[in-house]
């Protein structure tokens, strides 16, 4: 009996073992898949950001080559401009007419910890600008949103969840972003943003969804988007320096008659706070330049534009 007894618990344990040993062995290989699948959702993520960075690079870049630059700035004349003109179009030379010249720096991705300081700099210097916010509803972001209202700036809208893959994954997606964010800042501010800045701008090659759609779309809600035709450089993901934001800022602010200005208004980004006194006083030392916050008179700086302009060049050349 005794050794039966003893059979049977020795039976019990190996049946434990075996047990364990399967739970086990489907577990872990369970728990690796999800961590790495985890890993490999995160990797892709940063891959899209970066993208995005590269591409924001590469604009800036672009203007370096005025050539390529000119055919993505397109002012806004009654004019009929032949497509030939505008890829051969050189900048307009440097003149002592500086008069009527017009500067808008454009903030994106605020609010944040820095905006109450380049709020600051911007009363001190007496400049109005354009802040093109994302969706934070913390109560010190909202006083923010409230306080660029208030103080004469233009509020714009920069997406609600600055999620490039959530926004640019289909127009249903980008439609309800925008929605969500324009109602949000309208509760916040009592203001009807009407202006708008793409995440990596209009010409981005990271939307799933066509841009010329999304530009519709916009038209459709009445709603002006703005690109840039003069990038600080601050949009990088590492170090830069406030001498180079300075530099890249002012090197050719005489060559447009609106100047619009690519900056940002993020928690990292403090040379660019620290390069905005510098670079307001260097776009004055210049010559006769009015900052002015985007407004409906402002001319259309648009890297892309709309279906139609686009399907004209198409068929004329
Ligand atoms: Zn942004």
Redesign the pocket.
């Known amino acids: 009996m005794a050794d039966t007894a003893a059979r049977r618990k020795r039976i019990n344990r190996l049946k434990k073992i075996i047990l364990g040993s399967i739970v086990l062995a489907i577990i872990i290989p369970v728990m690796i898949s999800v961590f790495l699948g985890y890993k490999v959702n995160l990797l892709s993520r940063n891959i899209e950001e970066l993208e995005i960075r590269l591409s924001e690079a590469q604009s800036a870049e672009s203007q370096k080559d005025v050539g390529v630059f000119a055919t993505a700035y397109v002012e806004e004349s009654p004019r009929e401009v032949a497509p030939e003109e505008v890829v051969k179009a050189e900048p307009a030379p440097v003149t002592d007419q500086t008069e009527g010249k017009r500067v808008y720096l454009t903030f ?2 605020g609010p944040s910890s820095n905006t109450a300081e380049i709020l600051d700099i911007l009363k001190a210097y007496d400049v109005k600008a354009t802040f093109f916010v994302i969706g934070k509803t913390d109560e010190a972001s909202k006083a923010l949103y409230q306080r660029i209202v208030e103080e004469g700036h233009t509020l714009g809208m ?1 997406s609600y969840s ?1 999620k490039y893959e959530e926004i640019y994954a289909s127009e249903e997606a980008f439609a309800a972003d925008l929605q969500n964010l324009q109602e949000y800042l309208y509760e916040v501010t009592g203001v009807w943003p009407r202006y708008y800045r793409f ?1 990596g701008g209009s010409s981005n090659k990271v939307s799933k969804a066509d841009m010329h759609r999304l530009i519709a779309f916009l038209d459709e809600k009445d709603i002006t988007y703005f690109d840039w035709n003069i990038a600080s450089g601050d949009a990088v993901s590492g170090y830069i320096s406030k001498d180079a934001i300075v530099k890249n800022c002012t090197r050719s602010i005489g060559t447009y008659n609106d100047s619009m200005i690519l900056l ?1 208004d993020a928690a990292e980004k403090d040379t660019t706070v620290e390069a905005l006194p510098e670079i307001i006083a260097a776009i004055r030392m210049k010559g006769d330049f009015t900052f002015l916050p985007i407004s409906d008179e402002t001319p259309k700086v648009q890297h892309v534009k709309g279906n139609n302009e686009i399907s004209n060049i198409k068929n004329e050349s």
């Open positions: 994106d991705d920069h600055h995440p940002h």
